[in-house]
């Protein structure tokens, strides 16, 4: 019979908690909330092509625009600049915090992972047991009935000579 009890392996399995749950970013504070929200709309291709069509339109009004229409005269472009500056100042340390909160979560995910490896190797060994433990049986009832069947056929061998 197998070492390990199927109620251990159960018991083992009702330990692992679900990191997949719609509530698993309770655990942060609304400003790691917000640093996730942040990381998770500027890292698209949608915000690139916002910038990149914002950035274009800059520079192509303050081209070709009619003069008295320019508001950042060629060849400087300062307040593009500024702007541009700006909002790479303050997305880059958010972007690094939002990644981080969401690379904790993935270790998490990966910690729970890991265990679930754990307790499916466990009861792989469980049922390989299991099945050892059905072969060998089987194997004892073949011999069991191999003998049977020896030993019949001598008795029916005994009996027609018995009978000649």
Do not use: H
Not at 54 to 59: A, D, K, L, R, Y
Not at 78 to 85: E, K, P, T
Not at 118 to 137: A, N, R, T
């Amino acid at each position: 019979m197998p070492k390990t009890k199927l109620a251990d392996i159960k018991e083992i399995r009702s330990q692992i908690k679900d990191i997949t749950t719609p509530g698993r970013f309770q655990q942060f504070t609304r400003l790691e909330k917000v640093a996730i929200f942040i990381t998770k709309r500027v890292g698209t291709m949608g915000f690139f092509l916002t910038i990149a069509v914002w950035s274009i339109g800059w520079v192509c009004w303050n081209l070709f625009a009619s003069q008295g229409l320019r508001f950042d005269p060629f060849p400087a472009f300062v307040l593009w600049l500024f702007i541009s500056n700006f909002i790479q100042i303050l997305l880059m340390p958010l972007l690094m915090v939002g990644e981080n909160l969401l690379n904790k979560y993935a270790e998490a995910r990966a910690e729970a992972d890991f265990a679930i490896n754990k307790v499916s190797e466990k009861e792989i060994e469980l049922i390989i047991e299991y099945l050892e433990d059905i072969s060998d049986k089987i194997e004892k009832m073949t011999k069991t009935e191999k003998g049977q069947t020896d030993v019949m056929k001598e008795v029916k061998r005994k009996i027609r000579q018995t009978q000649k």
